[in-house]
């Protein structure tokens, strides 16, 4: 990430290196904050990018900053509005991930998230793959993925994400690219910071959110790509073992995109390859995030030049 790069922080734009927080603050010790991804697809042909579902991700961190008691001065438009200013000022001719960050920022003391302080920043940086799209090996976690009970899953909470940072590095210390979570019940939940979808027969299964995951944009994106084709949309509870025999696995989500699952826990799964529907859907969510899809083009938001 370069340091001259522009960043919003507290009502300002200004250099990235100059949106510092204290050791102190609140969240940085007790991990209260939220956050969102966004990405940006740079369409080469019309020279130009296109953020994805804009709006969504706002809505869906307001939706988190009310669970976190976290109150920020800013609307839906005000962000987006906000995030088109930034891509502006970095001038970005390639793919970048957007990360605002809302969180409780007194330099206090106390464990609570009750009369603190907040504030909201937002920075920009050039993204590509986060996980081989190509296809991946995972292995079932030994961690659970956290109750929403106890921590809730629908909100993109900074500090839950030690749930997945334990995961993800068992999982590479044992040679695996990710992991798949199961929740308290034992019925897989999602990747370490993924929804999960399983093809069996014609039929795209995912579980449902109240199986503790994330209500994930690119999940309903995928969901309603694949009812414009009519495939068979299923939400149902997923056996760890019923991903042995499935005839194809993915993931999905802002950062990874769509992944194809070739290995789980040392099975191929279907051929060992990225399956059919996978790479059906793949291409199909590509096309919609670069402006390219006349029936989803609400889903799109142009960064025009400054």
């Known amino acids: 990430m ?18 510092n927080v204290s050791i102190a603050t609140h969240a940085l010790n007790y991990g209260t904050g939220c956050f969102e991804g966004l990405r940006a697809y740079y369409n080469a042909d019309e020279r130009r990018g296109y953020v994805f579902r804009m709006a969504d991700h706002y809505e869906r961190l307001l939706d988190s900053c009310r669970i976190l008691r976290i109150s920020i001065p800013h609307t839906v438009q ?15 001719h390639e793919d970048a991930y957007i990360r605002p960050l809302a969180f409780k920022a007194e330099p ?20 590509g793959e986060y996980l081989p799209l190509k296809g991946i090996r995972v292995v079932t976690s030994a961690w ?29 210390a044992a040679g695996f690219d990710d992991c798949i979570f199961l929740n308290p ?6 990747g370490s910071a993924a929804n999960l979808f399983m093809v069996r027969g014609d039929e795209l299964i995912t579980p449902p959110i109240t199986d503790n995951l994330l209500e994930g944009i690119t999940r309903h994106s995928l969901m309603v790509l694949a009812r414009d084709r009519d495939i068979k949309v299923v939400e149902r509870h997923i056996d760890r073992s019923e991903l ?46 670069h402006g390219r899809d ?13």
């Open 185 to 190: 019940d034992g019925h897989v939940s999602e």
């Open 144 to 172: 659970r993925r956290i109750d929403d009970n106890a921590i809730p899953a629908r909100a993109k909470v900074t500090g839950s994400y030690i749930n997945t940072a334990l995961a993800v590095s068992d999982a590479h």
């Open 78 to 92: 005000d962000l987006c509005d906000i995030t088109l200013e930034v891509m502006r000022q970095n001038h970005f």
């Open 244 to 289: 042995y025999v499935a005839d194809e696995v993915f993931l999905a989500g802002t950062g990874v995109q769509v992944v194809p699952i070739v290995e789980i826990d040392g099975r191929r799964v279907g051929e060992g390859q990225e399956g059919v529907m996978t790479q059906s859907l793949k291409a199909a969510y590509l096309m919609a995030t």
């Open 108 to 127: 206090v003391i106390k464990v609570t998230l009750e009369d603190i302080e907040d504030a909201f920043g937002l920075f920009a940086l050039p993204f």
């Open 294 to 306: 006349d029936r989803h083009v609400d889903w799109v938001t142009a960064v025009e030049p400054a």
């Open 2 to 19: 370069s340091k001259k790069s522009m960043a919003f922080f507290q009502g300002r734009y200004l250099p990235l290196d100059e949106a």
